[in-house]
């Protein structure tokens, strides 16, 4: 327990390394920064140290060597293990660091203080693990020295004794083992071309949000009184616990909503807020069965903070989005309404809906050239009448004491709004003879354009759509094939998917650059270890097997593949190559003193038992409250628990058993070992 305790030490102190780092980059304490951290994975730098010093008293036996001797040792001999296996743990939060946008401003944060934390750990388990060994350990010594005799009663030494024999079995079935990873590697990534993919899991923020569209030209009062109408639905709902509406735009125009738009937000009975999202889900299709009622009103169903998040980053508040750019509106809007039709009929989708560019009421009056200039009338006259009797054109001023107050000459509604009173207005010829308006001009009453949305110069029609019971990427993949089939763009137009799937491709193809690389740092790292090449691949075979298990994790909990599984992936990484590195570090030691290579093989395995199988519960363990959790927010962060837990029982079993039996294949050239067990001799004892 007293070793236990030198490894709890560390835990505070390597946080207030991962503080420093947070400071240093100006990075608040949340839930991706602080929560993130795994407790296990920081602490398997000194897992590792004083393992090996509690192994190197328990093989004293009743030689009489100074503690201080034997822990000095010990350091030494895993010393540079522990050095590359911690930084090749942080060579693979490097792609996290490169992260752009809002998958940056995520895990950025996670990144930097799990490095700064890592930093802290190698120093602790360098230079003060051994020195608090030489305390805690200190009445150990004799106690492992006189009991050196009973130690293989344990419980471990039990454990160790049928991991060998397993071990031994598994060397006459070599081939079958060989067959046997190479089939689950093979079987693991082909199944990910069957896992949904998605950017993030979507956040269960215990509200919601439905945003209503109405008939555009719509008044005022009629708006007002079917908002009410709509909250009056919501609110027959007994999980409702309150609804606001907000119609129209804000004062300082932060969002561009008309009066035939409006919000409202919905809060919930805290009984229904704790409730899982698939309830919501049920909840949200019955009130949406239930607002369909209401005539001439769409709807948009979602979160508070997730639609302002799409709206910020994306420009639109769906989870997928077809932008089509051309230079005419009204081929827009046709191409607009073929697509909707199509992204409808996808299995998934759910409120697809078109962004509105037609749809206000307008009185177009075209003047007949022709026919004014036979009646003598100037365009211009006909322009100016319209211009007066609308109220566009000040026709005088009031002064009022200090105050002016323009004065302008409006038709009365029933006028203004009606083409066939409107024709019957007269104009005076310069003979004197007088006209009607409809006999020099065409007036009729259109629908015009609400808004005309533009991006990087360049018109576009936006539409929208949610996906429900169904992952991302196959719902566009879907998509595209369809449109693709039967959307047939005219010259000079274009298509551009966005959304949440634009955040998706983003990240996916900045981890695509940085991935090799961060595989190219930990090869560099790993040659650097052993200074050769053979045992670099046969490290880097762990990465692959490692993937097994984080893909099996992910299909038994019915999760997709997503940025947060993918920092998983990255994390697991490391783990894994640390628990090769420590037992192929000790193998090595043993051919240099002289060891046959099959006994080397078998006593390096048995010797490491205990710290990969510490290394790997111990960092599983630390991240099973983030597998588990249900609190808000636990949803970004459950994928990257799983990912790492199920990978670490799969790169854990298959590091004890195909690691061993690959080292024969690669192991290095018997002169280069004779060179270095000639060149690394320290004071009797062979340098890792």
Known sequence: ?????????????????????????????????????????????????????????????????????????????????IVFGVL??????????????????????????????????????????????????????????????????RWFEKLKA???????????????????????????????????????????????????????????????????EIERTIMSFPEVAGVVTKLGRPDLATEAMGEYESDSYITFTPKVRDESPAKKEELAKRMEAALDKIPGVSYELTQPMQMRMDETITGTRGDVALKIFGPDLDT???LG????????????????????????AELQVDVNRTAAARYGVNVSDVQEIIENLYGSRQISEMIEGEQRFPIALRLPANLRNNPEELSSLQLKTPSGAMVRLDQVATIRQVRGPIIIGREQARRRIVVMSNVSDRDLGSFVNDSKAAISRQLHLPAGYRLEWGGQYENQQRAQARLAIMLPISILIIAGLLYATFQNVRQMFLILLIVPLALVGGIGALWMRGMNLNLSASVGFIALFGIAVLNGVVMVSHINSLRESGCPEEE????????????????????????????????????????????????????TALTLYVLPLLYSTFRPRAEKIEEESESYQLEGMPRT
């Open 162 to 228: 049928r991991y060998l024999s397993s071990l031994v079995r598994a060397e006459h079935h070599r081939k079958l083992i060989y067959i046997a990873a190479i089939a689950l590697v093979a079987v693991a990534l082909l199944s990910l071309k069957f896992i949904g993919t998605e950017f993030m899991p979507t956040l269960d923020e215990g509200s919601m949000i439905i945003t209503s569209k109405k008939l555009p030209g719509i008044s005022l009062t009629e708006s007002i009184r079917i908002g009410k």
């Open 337 to 360: 309404k073929q697509a909707r039709k199509i992204i409808g009929s996808i299995r998934g989708a759910s409120q697809t809906q078109m962004e509105l560019l037609s749809g206000a």
């Open 1 to 81: 327990w007293r070793a236990a305790l030198v490894v709890a030490f560390t835990i505070p102190l390597s946080l207030l390394f991962g503080f420093f780092g947070m400071q240093m980059f100006g990075i608040s304490v949340n839930l991706m920064s602080l929560g993130a951290i795994d407790f296990g994975t920081i602490v398997d730098g000194s897992v590792v140290m004083v393992e090996n010093c509690m192994h190197r008293l328990e093989s004293n036996g009743n030689r009489k060597l100074n503690l201080i001797e034997i822990i000095r040792g010990a350091a030494h001999e895993v010393a540079r293990p």
């Open 332 to 334: 827009l809007e046709q």
């Open 88 to 153: 090749i743990i942080i060579s693979v939060y490097l792609p996290i660091l490169t992260l752009q946008s809002l998958e940056g401003r995520m895990f950025r944060p996670m990144a930097v203080t799990v490095v700064s934390a890592l930093l802290g750990s190698l120093f602790l388990a360098l230079f003060v693990v051994p020195v608090l060994c030489t305390v805690a350990l200190r009445h150990r010594a004799g106690v492992l020295a006189l009991k050196h005799g009973h130690l293989e009663q």
């Open 600 to 651: 080397a093989i078998r006593k390096g395995a048995s010797d490491r038992l205990r710290p990969v199988l510490i290394t790997a519960l111990v960092a599983s363990l630390g991240f099973i409250p983030m597998a588990v959790s249900t609190s808000r927010g636990a949803e970004v962060q459950r994928p990257l628990a799983t990912v790492v837990i199920g990978g670490l029982f799969s790169a």
